[in-house]
């Protein structure tokens, strides 16, 4: 290519980027994967999972938070770098509570997705068994905190698309957890609608729609027919909306 | 009269949520959801954010502590363990209370806290908040019998609450005196430029941990455009094994605020925050004494001294028991009534800091070397020092040593030095910079602390020839667990999988294949995290296994596998609800 | 492939027999593949201890102290060790009780649920006694290759024991791979 005024390096791969653009942002639009599960095309990135830190000139950076800049040369798909990406969705795994024969999201469920874009065949690490507080109050969505990976992906799509302040992450350390913005602190008194962006953007299976499990038989739901990395590219929220729902 | 202190905390309570938050918690012994709503309501903020700010941190509880609430700090210096004496375990033995549990009366809890930089008085507690130092056996009997009497803590006696400066050595910035004015009457003479000038000259560089170009920040803040401008003070101090910031605080604030005024003029801010670890509260008192009279000398305030339009005031906020808030973005967080989470950089404080304006924050020793730079000229400064690190450095010295305390040396001496002087004989490592620092082994006691070489905020810790080093490494995995702000995957579940793989050697079932994993996953959480804490975490562990691996392989075992958990304890729950004990109720 | 039979034996810990049912889903294909191993201890052969065998499959995950005894038979009788399906790999549905005190578990099961006539919690020595948790069989005892799915599907078995019977180490493709 002529110059690279507007063009980085992905794995040898040269592609164009427009200004203001993050790495993540070009390298979906030149459908190039790097894998992420705290990322949402259309929100503001927060970098927290950290599966798409990538080399660049040799420094470590995520992916999802660094702005693109002309000539920049990035590794993504190397050994190491897929090593430790499956190292931590082992660990998010671990973290949590997660069994997939027993879930409503699996099949379709970004996590599970994730580990076998990366082949994980195990958790590797020793679980961590939370007990954490399932909140059924509100009639159509339920939130299973035993699942949440804390992506913050509810947080963000309540405020910066529904217009609204749902969600929140409380807690330190090994204790963080998903919180309601309501004073009982239940979703049943929140004025989350069931089709807010917060309420479906869950990449797991802690906010489900309530009566909506297993409507895809087995074989037919996404990630039966399709690679994470291949989904990845289709993906934005839609506009803000003004006034969330009425 | 624009020019009072008072006038700018009118009501401490009410300038800040955190100050807010910690009265509640400290009348109603625990923040209920009742108080959380009020609050929300008070300071104009979603239920929820307070929700999240009372939960991350440590000194906001959500179900009611005991009257006397007792946190010992956990430091391998201050620490509850002394010799083979636990005082935590004593005291709550004492008072027939479990650790972290409320008695049933209400009367006593006791806990675990982080370092609470009394290193260099030993064992200590914080009290309803207040600092008890110098804690043994005695103490501890004696403590416990006025608890039970039910004497108020005003009627203890007061030297128990005594906090000493304990200075050793006296360098370059501990020998000198400020006239508090003498400086800053100096810098306003010249424009900021010049001052700034003679800052990068002196080639002072932040005494916090990073070591940054100080001039260089301040430039860059002072080149930033901005609506405002901020000084923000990082007094958070929560390195274990570091105190020369209170000491310093203890002494020097006037040199302290000065430095932060000339800061103030460089970079042209009016308005500063010193923010202070809740540790430190106790020094609130004292220090909004000496801005008190600062400001009745015109040395802040309006027109300082009558140099119109040269305003500047500063406000103290007292932080609640979290580490990670001397992060400076999370710093920052914390400023703005948030949980101290560290944001993503670039971009950096200096362009975008407090309210998203540019900001300088710096260490309470580097504010108090730019005021005395000011005043004595930068070739003063570069007199002492190596080529990289100018000046002199100031250490806490504490943990196996006859003489703990602040030492004061020109950057480049060497660790066998510092040794020497605080007598310390058969030293075994010494952790320069805290747990997140370098552990030296007595083969490497020639290397110098300077940023060239071993580069620290202040913490110097010493481990003796009966040391167990393993258990230091435990002590530090724990804090780091305990500490973790919990944003990003790799530390927050990292740190945790990491001080139970420790616990797993400790124990004595690790294997080989144990140390690999350790290794891997200090690695793994060294180079993904998000952040300095993240970065740091796992160094005592690599730093041990490649210069103590014996250590570790002798707690090994021979197995090539072992159970992730001990088996034999797992059936216990079921032992005891079947009151079986037979051999098939065992497990090796 | 080798030219004596490779000796395989399997078991169910805390499973379902669902990843022993999908096994046999082989239909046709497990005529062929009886040409080349055998089995020791299974659910297929009724031998009760574990011999000296080629390769162990490990279907459920760990609950009992008699799953723990069972579970170190196989690996110090197989040169190879296979965890089974979700429930050896991750505990699985069985762990469900993990986020329940055992107390609980075994209160509301013998003294306090429903249609319960003569509340008592078992303590006859013959019972395995519980573990405080179900853990992954990993846990425990060192496993040489994980095979996920609930369970996981017939030709994900022999795309497992084909290269196994030739020495090789198994490759399992991502489509193949499943948690559920
Ligand atoms: C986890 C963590 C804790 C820190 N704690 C402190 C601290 O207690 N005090 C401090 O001055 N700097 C601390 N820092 C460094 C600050 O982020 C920042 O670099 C420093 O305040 C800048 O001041 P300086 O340039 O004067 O050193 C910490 C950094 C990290 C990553
Ligand atoms: S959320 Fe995803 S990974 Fe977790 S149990 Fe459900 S399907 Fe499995
Ligand atoms: S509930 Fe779902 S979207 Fe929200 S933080 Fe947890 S995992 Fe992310
Ligand atoms: S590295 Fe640790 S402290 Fe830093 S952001 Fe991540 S979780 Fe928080």
């Not at chain 1, 409503?104 to 082949?119: D, I, V």
């Not at chain 2, 009372?54 to 391998?76: D, K």
């Not at chain 3, 040169?79 to 469900?96: D, F, N, R």
Request: some cysteine; overall charge negative; charged content about 20%.
């Amino acid at each position: 290519m002529a110059n690279n005024e507007h063009t980085i390096t992905i794995d040898g791969t040269e592609i164009h980027f427009k200004a203001g653009q993050t790495i993540m942002d070009a390298a979906l639009s030149a459908k190039i994967y790097i894998p992420h599960l705290c990322h949402y095309p259309g929100l503001t990135p927060s970098g927290n999972c950290r599966l798409c830190v990538v080399e660049l000139n040799g420094k470590d950076v995520t992916a999802c938070t660094t702005q693109a800049q002309p000539g920049q040369q990035i590794r993504n798909q190397t050994p190491e770098l897929n090593a430790a990406r499956m190292a931590i969705t082992q660990m998010l795994f671990v973290e949590g509570n997660h069994i997939c024969p027993s879930c409503e999201k699996s099949g379709n469920c970004k996590l599970q997705a994730m580990g076998y874009y990366l082949g994980m065949r195990d958790e590797h690490y020793p679980q961590f068994n939370p007990r954490r507080e399932m909140d059924a109050s509100h009639p159509a969505v339920l939130l299973d905190r035993s699942r949440c990976i804390l992506c913050d992906l509810c947080v963000r799509a309540s405020r910066e698309i529904d217009g609204k302040n749902v969600f929140a992450i409380a807690g330190r350390g090994i204790h963080a957890h998903l919180i309601v913005n309501t004073v009982s602190g239940k979703l049943g008194d929140s004025d989350i609608a069931v089709d807010d962006v917060a309420a479906n953007i869950c990449p797991v299976g802690a906010i489900l729609i309530k009566e909506k499990g297993y409507v895809a038989p087995i074989g037919r739901r996404i990630y039966d027919q399709h690679m994470i990395s291949d989904v990845a590219f289709d993906e934005h929220v839609p506009e803000h909306k003004e006034h969330g729902n009425d | 009269m624009m020019n009072q202190y008072s006038n700018h905390c009118v009501d401490f309570n009410a300038s800040h949520v955190l100050h807010r938050l910690y009265e509640i918690q400290h009348t109603e012994r625990h923040i209920s959801a009742e108080s959380m709503t009020l609050v929300a309501d008070e300071f104009k903020m979603s239920v929820s954010q307070v929700a999240s700010v009372v939960s991350f941190y440590s000194f906001f509880y959500l179900e009611p502590v005991g009257r006397y609430h007792i946190q010992f700090s956990n430091c391998t210096s201050c620490g509850y363990q002394v010799g083979q004496l636990n005082l935590l375990e004593k005291i709550c033995r004492l008072l027939s209370v479990v650790t972290g549990k409320t008695r049933e009366d209400g009367w006593v809890s006791v806990g675990e806290t982080s370092c609470t930089g009394m290193c260099d008085h030993g064992a200590s507690m914080l009290i309803n908040g207040m600092p008890l130092a110098r804690l043994d056996d005695e103490r501890i009997t004696q403590i416990s019998c006025l608890i039970s009497e039910q004497k108020p803590l005003e009627q203890w006696p007061v030297e128990w609450f005594r906090v000493e400066s304990s200075i050793q050595k006296h360098g370059l910035l501990l020998s000198e005196t400020l006239q508090p004015g003498s400086s800053l009457k100096k810098v306003l003479v010249s424009a900021p430029q010049q001052i700034l000038n003679h800052i990068i000259d002196s080639g002072l560089r932040g005494r916090g941990g990073a070591g940054f170009g100080t001039g260089k920040k301040w430039q860059f803040c002072r080149d930033a455009t901005g609506e405002a401008r901020y000084v923000v003070c990082n007094a958070d101090e929560g390195e274990p094994g570091t105190f020369k910031d209170r000491v310093l605080l203890e002494n020097n604030a006037d040199a302290l605020f000065e430095g932060m005024a000339i800061c103030a003029y460089v970079i042209g801010a009016k308005k500063g925050y010193l923010y202070l670890r809740g540790e430190y509260r106790y020094l609130l008192g004292h220090l909004q004494n000496v801005l008190k009279r600062r400001y009745a000398k015109n040395l802040l305030g309006q027109s300082i001294l009558e140099q119109a339009g040269f305003d500047f005031d500063i406000e103290i906020v007292v932080g609640a028991g979290a580490y990670i808030c001397g992060e400076e973005s999370a710093l920052i967080e914390s400023l703005e009534g948030k949980p101290g989470i560290p944001q993503i950089r670039p971009p950096f404080p200096v362009t975008h800091g407090y309210l998203g304006q540019p900001t300088v924050v710096n260490n309470v020793e580097t504010f108090i070397a730019a005021t005395h730079i000011a005043k004595n000229g930068s070739g003063w400064f570069k007199s002492m020092g190596t080529k990289e690190s100018t000046g002199s450095k100031i250490l806490s010295v504490s943990g196996d040593c006859r003489i703990p305390g602040v030492y004061e040396y020109p950057y480049g001496v060497s660790i066998q030095q510092v040794l020497d002087d605080c007598g310390a004989d058969n030293v075994q490592a010494v952790q320069i910079g805290g747990p997140a620092g370098t552990m030296v082994a007595r083969k490497d006691f020639s290397r110098q602390i300077s940023f060239e070489d071993l580069s620290t905020g202040g913490s110097f810790l010493i481990f003796g020839e009966n040391c167990d080093l393993l258990s230091v490494n435990q002590n530090f995995a724990r804090f780091f667990a305990h500490e973790s702000c919990g944003f990003c995957t790799p530390c927050r579940v990292g740190t945790s999988l990491l001080t139970n793989s420790l616990q797993k050697i400790m124990d004595g079932r690790a294997t080989p294949l144990d140390i690999h994993e350790i290794k891997q996953l200090s690695a793994l959480v060294k180079r993904y995290s998000h952040c300095g804490l993240g970065h740091t975490a796992a160094n005592h562990i690599l730093d041990s296994l490649q210069q103590f691996s014996e250590r570790f392989e002798k707690r090994l075992t021979q197995k090539t596998f072992t159970p992730q958990i001990d088996l034999d304890a797992a059936l216990a729950a079921a032992r005891k609800m079947t009151g079986r004990d037979d051999a098939d109720a065992h497990l090796e | 492939m080798t030219d004596h039979k490779v000796k395989i034996a399997t078991t169910s810990l805390a499973g379902c027999f669902g990843c022993h049912m999908s096994f046999l889903d082989m239909d046709e294909k497990l005529a062929i593949l009886s040409e080349y191993i055998e089995f020791n201890r299974s659910p297929f052969t009724d031998v009760k201890h574990c011999e000296p065998s080629d390769i162990g499959l490990i279907e459920g995950g760990v609950c009992t102290a008699e799953n723990v005894h069972v579970l170190r038979e196989f690996r110090a009788n197989c040169k190879i060790l296979v965890a089974v399906g979700a429930c050896a790999i991750t505990g699985g549905v069985p762990a469900m009780r993990n986020y329940f005190d055992l107390r609980d578990c075994l209160e509301e099961a013998y003294l306090h649920g429903a249609g319960i006539t003569n509340p008592q919690i078992p303590d006859d020595t013959e019972l395995p006694l519980l573990l405080d948790k179900v853990y992954p069989v990993g846990d425990v005892v060192k496993i040489d290759y994980f095979l996920p799915g609930c369970p996981p599907p017939a030709d994900a078995f022999l795309q497992l024991l084909l290269p196994l019977l030739d020495g090789k180490a198994p490759q399992m493709t991502g489509e193949k791979l499943h948690y559920d």
